[in-house]
Structures are given as C-alpha cells and as structure tokens.
C-alpha cells in the first residue's frame, strides 16, 4: 500500500525524506541551544561535552573512563564538564560541599544498582 502510493504522488520519497531530515537538524539544533543555555556551560571540558555522551560511553565500554577523566582534570582543572548534563569533580573541598550541603537529584542509574530502590547512592545529577 505504501509502495503504490510512492508511486501515484511524484516526488512524495523526497519530500518524506525532506521532512525527516529537517526533523533531525532541527532536534539538533534544539539540542545544541540547550545544551549551551545549560547552567554546566560555565565548566571547562572538551568541545563535545556540551552535546554528545559517546566518548564517555566508549571509554566505559573499554574501561579506560579513569584515564580519560584524569587526563581532562590534567587539562581543565578540578572540575570538568564530560557530558551533556554530566560534571566530574575532583576536588576534595568541592566534594565536601556537594555531598553536605547541595540536595541533588540522583541518577536514575545508580538507582537501578542500588540495594535501596528509595536511595540512589552518591551520585547526583543536575
């Protein structure tokens, strides 16, 4: 039924093609003005950090996250933005303050791992 009416309305592949394409710029873009609009764009990090998490991913995956991380506080300090929504911190002082004084909310994963299902862990997410 879809084939035939590719068929009968010309160019009808094309302009489906159009719309999916100007979908996925537009979401893109959309993407990208939050995420500089984003209370974490006053962190350092690399330039990808504001719109894709793959980098971090990968590293998890190969388990090489901890050298990556080092290498970025080498570069950009104490704390450092790898993510879109995603901040690395090692300073001992701002630890300190994050974990007593900020009431963050918790990532959804450490949840999933927890023992507790109503407690999260240490991990915050912003």
Do not use: N
């Not at 489906?16 to 764009?41: D, E, H, M, T």
């Amino acid at each position: 039924m879809l084939a035939t009416l590719f068929e009968e309305i010309p160019h009808l592949s094309t302009l489906v093609v159009g719309i999916a394409a100007s979908y996925v710029v537009f979401a893109w873009l959309a993407s990208c003005i939050k995420s500089y609009r984003s209370p974490l764009s006053a962190f350092p990090g690399p330039w990808h950090a504001p719109f894709f998490t793959a980098p971090l991913q990968v590293a998890f995956s190969r388990g090489t996250v901890w050298k990556d991380v080092e290498e970025a506080h080498a570069k950009y300090g104490p704390v450092v933005r790898l993510g879109p929504r995603q901040i690395w911190v090692s300073d001992k002082m701002a630890v300190k303050e994050i974990l007593l004084k900020q009431d963050l909310p918790k990532v959804v994963m450490y949840s999933e791992i927890s023992r507790e299902k109503e407690s999260a862990g240490l991990f915050g997410e912003v």
